[in-house]
């Protein structure tokens, strides 16, 4: 799998995550030009004469209506995800915070249909739930992640769907995105500022691109299609309505303007196939964030690590001597500075294996016996 992932490109590419949190506020404002003497004629339409009356109407042109035909065909394959992260702040007060992102149904059996989308989007949630054609929200399961390729599969009962209005769920087609070509036309959709499915258009920029996103080194295609908060894990269409690319991030400079990436399809097939039929795998079950020395230090802390934020019930913490305000600052061994290092020592445990994790808890350094168990549904 990881063959798939590339290694960083030689110039390192500021950008950002596209995942929507409704923590933070995005001002919008639109502004509308009138004109009450003649009205506004766009490249995509054509003035016709009235058979009845002699006035003007309009229509589309091919291109337009294939646009149309591509969003239609497409959309309803398009979920809407919000999610729900709950958590413990440094002064020790519980919060929740909403987020939103998207998800292509790219499958579904007798019982499910599964949802591809990114990591990011649905990472430390608390809860996971999607809507289908703007029909009421549905709470989704996790099958399986991956972070450092930024994919995750989700799953959502059908009789559940069908209680919500949707009793026919519409799979999307992926397609080879090795054979688009820069200039094609694309179209991006998904679940922009949350407030549900939208499509904005634009042309392929680049057919590879190896970029690091917050330390996540990813193989995407580049296009100018506006891709924004709340697209993430959305897709990437081309011009026979096939989807070649997963939105996942876009350039965040005020410089910048119309550059966006996306997981290209050859990259992704794989993968969500090896999350489908992944075995069990062990989980610590926290919610957890990096401390930094810097962050150490300003709140009185011996050292970096990484903080128990959030005990999971029925996780392997829960069965041993760890709580919420633990630093671990080691796992079997290994010494760990960041989230990162503790996921991913973690995924290379075994179930029923036994692990010593070394915390500091009240400024006292401990060692812990933990028991890896089987992974939960939780995200």
């Known amino acids: 799998m990881m063959k798939y992932i590339k290694k960083m490109a030689a110039a390192v590419v500021a950008c950002g995550v596209i995942g929507l949190c409704t923590g ?19 490249d995509d339409v054509a003035l016709l004469p009235s058979e009845n009356d002699g006035e003007v109407k309009t229509t589309m042109d091919e291109a337009s209506k294939n646009t149309v035909e591509i ?3 497409v959309q309803p394959s398009i979920a809407c995800i919000t999610t729900i992260t709950e958590g413990i702040s440094y002064f020790n007060m519980a919060y929740q915070s909403k987020g939103a992102g998207s998800g292509v149904v790219f499958h579904k059996d007798s019982e499910n249909a599964y949802i591809v989308t990114n990591n990011h989007v649905i990472s430390g949630s ?5 809507s289908l054609n703007n029909c009421d929200l549905v709470n989704a399961k996790l099958v399986g992640k991956d972070a450092n390729a930024d994919l995750a599969v989700i799953s959502v009962s059908l ?3 069908a209680k919500a209005g949707v009793s026919n769920v519409q799979v999307a087609e992926f397609g080879n995105s090795e054979e688009v070509k820069v200039g094609e036309t694309v179209i991006a959709i998904g679940n922009a500022l949350g407030e549900g ?12 691109r190896d970029v690091n996103i917050q330390g996540t080194e990813l193989t995407v295609l580049q296009t100018d299609a506006a891709i924004n908060p709340g697209n993430s894990g959305g897709a990437l269409v081309n011009s026979r309505g096939q989807v070649i690319g997963i939105n996942t991030a876009k350039i965040s400079m005020t410089t910048v303007e119309g550059i966006g990436y996306s997981i290209a399809s050859d990259v992704a097939k794989p ?9 069990s795998t062990p989980t610590l079950g926290v919610y957890i964030t990096s401390v930094s020395a810097e ?6 802390l011996p050292q970096a690590g990484v903080k128990i934020e959030q005990i999971i019930p029925g996780g392997s913490a829960s069965y041993a001597d760890i709580q919420p305000g633990d ?18 020592a973690v995924k290379k445990c075994k179930i029923g294996q036994t692990v010593n994790i070394t915390i500091v808890r009240n400024g006292q350094t401990k060692t812990v016996s933990v028991k890896m168990r089987e992974s939960a549904d939780n995200f």
Request: glycine share 2%.
């Open 71 to 73: 969003i239609n065909k």
């Open 327 to 344: 630093l671990v600052t080691s796992f079997d061994g290994t010494p760990v500075f960041n989230t990162e290092q503790l996921m991913s």
């Open 159 to 161: 009789s559940d769907l």
């Open 197 to 208: 499915n939208t499509a904005t258009k634009g042309i392929l920029s680049s057919q590879t």
């Open 271 to 279: 993968i969500i196939e090896e999350l489908m039929n992944s075995k």
């Open 24 to 42: 933070a506020v995005i001002p919008v404002t639109t502004h509308v030009i009138e004109n009450s003497r003649k009205p506004a004629v766009s």
């Open 295 to 300: 962050i150490a230090q300003q709140n009185n």
């Open 126 to 130: 608390s809860t996971v739930s999607i």
